[in-house]
């Protein structure tokens, strides 16, 4: 039987670091060690292999994920691919998993993984989740699930997923929905499936746009910094069903008389924002101010979608209700 063709792009992270013996540090080094190790698992699939760039994943920006976008829509164009596997730092591994999520057209799998142990560490998850990420993207149930997150045995979906520990291996974890599958020696096997799918063409990445965390005695000095900086929107990670403190409230008011969207989501990481207290901050009020409810995003994956819908010039409050 032919080998399926998976396509495996290589960006750095974690899991093509080694950890410096004299120092205990893990960095990057001269070359990437996946890069060898990526050949003897041909037995898995043939393999295209990409190395766009080397970078750990706090130096990833919205430029680098458009760059892995334009990277697969190449391969999909003139290549038979079935699949797409990414390596990726764990920081920001769920921000370009759910970039790629909603700007790739496929019905392709499209698997993004890493590591939280260095290439050289005992008990190294490297190679372990690039092999179980090559047989997710290699499996036809895999097809038209989106983008999907691979570590520890588990299958994420990119929407929900979320780093919640800074070292354990078992850090990935989608609050309130766990995995839709599983792999395991015998197989891959999936319970659940997205009821939903989004796409937002999108070609550059231009538009400025921050996230801040609301707490208590919250004024409006940094919302005030950010209409003045001009940025193209805002993202609050707000308190509990998504309120803030009163002194935010000029904040707010100069921030939405600029046009400037403003998107809430909530600190906690169950649960939705909605506008449910009428209390001066409450969230009926801030609704009435024009601030723009998330629909279960954090605040990370909230700032990316404000970022593609302001760039595509879509219908903001629309979006966030899907």
């Not at 078992?170 to 799918?197: E, M, W």
């Not at 005030?224 to 993202?235: E, Q």
Request: proline share 4%; with cysteine.
């Amino acid at each position: 039987m032919e080998k399926k063709k998976i396509l495996v792009i290589h960006t750095g992270g974690t899991i093509s670091m080694s950890e410096d013996a004299s120092t205990g540090a893990v960095k990057p080094t001269d070359y990437n060690p996946l890069t060898e190790k990526t050949k003897e698992l041909l037995s898995l699939a043939e393999l295209l292999i990409e190395e766009p760039f080397h970078l750990p994943s706090p130096h990833i920006t919205p430029k680098e994920m458009l760059k892995l976008k334009e990277i697969i829509e190449g391969y999909i164009a003139k290549e038979d691919i079935c699949g797409v596997v990414i390596t990726h730092g764990t920081d920001t591994l769920e921000e370009t998993a759910y970039f790629l999520d909603i700007t790739v057209k496929t019905h392709l799998p499209i698997v993004v993984t890493g590591a939280m142990r260095s290439s050289n560490e005992i008990g190294s998850d490297g190679l372990y989740n690039l092999i179980s990420s090559i047989r997710v993207a290699a499996c036809d149930e895999a097809k038209d699930k989106g983008v999907l997150v691979v570590l520890n045995d588990e299958i994420h979906t990119a929407e929900n997923v979320t780093k919640t520990h800074t070292s354990n291996v078992s850090t990935f974890q989608s609050p309130q929905y766990g995995p839709i599958g599983i792999v395991t020696k015998q197989g891959v096997l999936f319970h659940h499936a997205p009821t939903k799918k989004e796409y937002y063409p999108i070609l550059h990445v231009t538009k400025r746009v921050i996230l801040i965390k609301a707490h208590a005695g919250m004024d409006s000095s940094l919302l005030i910094a950010i209409r003045d900086l001009d940025f193209d929107g805002v993202v609050i990670e707000a308190l509990g069903q998504g309120n803030l403190p009163p002194a935010t409230i000029q904040g707010i008011k100069a921030l939405t008389e600029k046009k400037i969207p403003v998107v809430l989501v909530s600190r906690c990481f169950n649960g939705i924002a909605q506008d449910v207290y009428g209390y001066d901050g409450g969230g009926k009020h801030l609704k009435e101010l024009g601030v723009i409810f998330s629909n279960g995003l954090n605040g990370q994956k909230a700032r990316i979608k404000l970022l593609i819908g302001l760039e595509n010039q879509q219908n903001i409050e629309g979006i966030f209700q899907l």
